[in-house]
């Protein structure tokens, strides 16, 4: 084995994102100075993947609530768009790029994942050709800048996972969920609404269509914020949301339900008493629909915060 260090180029940025590391800083900064940090520290944030100018404004109320003096590791689970997966995946790589330094991933913690037999491996290929990890990399890179050099990310590339096993990769994640000095960033987008998401779900009663899409985003949102995975399936199989994080969504809830079901022997959370709470703090749309013509993307922000 040689010891070659393996990058994963920033593959969307000059497209998703800008390129140019000055001006992708100033635009997160004012991103982030226009939003107030409410539920800090969070332990788990749930943000959008969508292009920069798309929802970069929504995304910054999850990230201003991280905690960079506190979180030493970053597990950001995403959706996988491109390739059929029904576990997870992890990267082969040592290093993740971004316009503004680069990212370490954390060998240590990976071990531990790769030993459960749980997990396969993705290729570099697909690892450059999927945006819903790497449009998580500059915010992160952006909100732990202080501490630049003293944290690691585990990035998850998440399958079309069943209930059982959201059940198994939540139970598994929820003892490095139960770390203070762990942040988990959830990578999702909410409705998918229109003809070329073949997604057309329309409730009249809410007046508008993007009022319907409104309700139903925040239909599931508030499912979400009762921190209850059976119920949220259950909304999905009912609706069909098209929201695409709904696999990392489901396994982190399934990881907070798994703590508050045994205290376990964590004396952390022993010592401060099981309470977590969820808070949605911003939902945003990419255009307004009125008619069937129209499509959209909805993105909503928010914070787990363990009390």
């Known amino acids: 084995m040689s010891n070659r260090v393996v990058c994963r180029e920033a593959s969307h940025a000059g497209s998703w994102y800008t390129a140019s590391g000055p001006q992708l800083n100033a635009q997160l900064e004012g991103w982030l100075s226009q939003v107030q940090s409410t539920k800090r520290p969070a332990r788990a944030i749930i943000a959008p993947h969508a292009g920069y100018t798309y929802c970069g404004s929504c995304a910054a109320h999850a990230y201003k609530q991280v ?13 996988s768009h491109h390739v059929p997966l029904s576990r997870c995946a992890l990267s082969s790589v040592d290093i993740y790029r971004t316009p503004l330094y680069d990212l370490r991933i954390d060998q240590k ?34 909100a732990m800048e202080s501490h630049k050099d003293e944290f690691t990310i585990i990035p998850v590339l998440v399958g079309a996972l069943s209930e059982s096993k959201e059940q198994e990769f939540g139970k598994l994640f929820s003892k490095y969920l139960a770390d203070p000095s762990n942040l988990f960033v959830v990578s999702s987008d909410f409705c998918h609404w229109g003809q070329r998401f073949r997604y057309s779900y329309y409730d009249e009663s809410q007046g508008e269509i993007y009022r319907s899409i409104e309700h139903l985003d925040k239909m599931g949102m508030n499912i979400i914020e009762q921190l209850d995975p059976v119920s949220f399936s259950n909304y999905l ?71």
């Not at 905690?67 to 597990?75: A, M, N």
């Not at 913690?109 to 449009?135: N, V």
């Not at 399934?254 to 949605?280: C, P, R, V, W, Y």
Request: proline share 3%; glycine share 6%.
């Open 67 to 79: 905690d960079p003096s506190i979180t030493r590791r970053i597990f950001i689970l995403g959706p």
């Open 237 to 307: 199989k009912k609706y069909h949301n098209t929201i695409c994080g709904r696999h990392p969504i489901g396994v982190l809830l399934n990881a907070i339900t798994e703590l508050q079901k045994n205290g376990m022997n964590i004396t952390e959370l022993q010592k401060n008493g099981m309470n977590m709470s969820f808070s949605f703090l911003n939902y945003a749309q990419s255009s307004q629909c009125r008619n069937w013509q129209d499509s959209s993307v909805s993105y909503a922000a928010g914070a787990l915060m363990v009390h």
């Open 109 to 142: 913690i990976y071990g531990e994942l790769w030993k459960t037999g749980m997990f396969e491996r993705m290729s570099l290929q697909t690892d450059e050709d999927e945006h819903s990890i790497e449009m998580h990399l500059p915010y992160t890179a952006k």
